[in-house]
Every structure is written in structure tokens, then in C-alpha cells.
């Protein structure tokens, strides 16, 4: 008897709860290639930026100057440049360049431009005198003062 009043037991222990219906919630895939893949490139980019960018900065091994050349030398715009040439082939900066040029005397603009694998293109173009400021300026076609004191007298410019 004793193993009936057990599992009389049992029964009664047991509660019958009323059913609740189960909430089934979406299954959410993730491709993690897709989501993982952008990241993990922009890293390997960013990572053989600078390896990559060393080899590609060559010395700048030749400098072809262009242009009309009257009053200013090729050699005079070789001079200007020579200090800042050390650089390499991408990191020379262009407009500090042209800033030198164009700060020697007669020279009206400069165009910088490289041109791979090793090269700098100068082209150079000149002031053109089109008449005297006083005693020993000169004035370009623009009306443009930009020889305060030049060495020629240019007798045919009108004052």
C-alpha cells in the first residue's frame, strides 16, 4: 500500500496550470561576413597607407622648367626650388613651390604639377612691362607695381 499512496501523492502534487500560448519571437539572422567584412577592410587599408605611401615617395629625381624665358633664368628658378626638392615625390608641397617662384623678380605666375615617376614640371610665365612708375618701377599689363627698382631703364615704356 504504500506504493499507491505515493503515487497518489504524486498526483495530487501535481498542478494542472491552464495553457498559455507561446510567443514564438522572429529568429534574427546576421550575415556576419557583410557586417564584418567593411571594417576589417578600411583596418587593412588604413594599415598599408603609410607602408605604401613610403615606397611611392621617391625623390623627385628630374625638374623640366617651361616657359618663355626673357628676364628670368632657368637656373634662378632651380635655386629657389633646390631647398625644398629633398622632399619626396608626393609629399613636396606644390603650393609652397610656387610661392618661391613666383616671389622671384619678373616672374608674373608659375604652374607646379608632377608629373610620375620622378618628375616636377615648372612653367613659368613672365611679367610683361607695359609702362614706368616713376623713376625706376615698372608696371605689368594688369597696372600691377612689380618692380619697384629695375636694373634697366626701359626708355620706350610710357610713364
Do not use: Y
Amino acid at each position: 500500500m504504500t506504493r499507491s499512496r505515493r503515487s497518489r501523492n504524486r498526483k495530487k502534487r501535481q498542478l494542472k496550470l491552464p495553457s498559455v500560448p507561446r510567443v514564438r519571437l522572429p529568429r534574427i539572422r546576421v550575415n556576419w561576413g557583410a557586417v564584418l567584412l567593411p571594417p576589417v577592410a578600411v583596418a587593412c587599408a588604413l594599415a598599408a597607407a603609410e607602408p605604401i605611401g613610403t615606397l611611392l615617395d621617391r625623390p623627385v629625381d628630374r625638374l623640366i622648367i617651361e616657359g618663355p624665358f626673357q628676364r628670368v633664368t632657368p637656373v634662378q628658378v632651380e635655386a629657389a626650388l633646390a631647398p625644398e626638392l629633398g622632399q619626396g615625390f608626393l609629399s613636396v608641397d606644390l603650393d609652397e613651390l610656387r610661392r618661391r617662384v613666383e616671389a622671384l623678380p619678373w616672374v608674373d605666375k608659375a604652374r607646379l604639377r608632377r608629373s610620375w615617376p620622378d618628375a616636377l614640371v615648372v612653367h613659368v610665365s613672365e611679367h610683361r612691362a607695359a609702362a614706368r612708375w616713376g623713376d625706376t618701377g615698372l608696371m605689368n599689363e594688369r597696372g600691377e607695381l612689380f618692380a619697384e627698382r629695375a636694373p634697366h631703364a626701359f626708355p620706350e615704356l610710357p610713364r
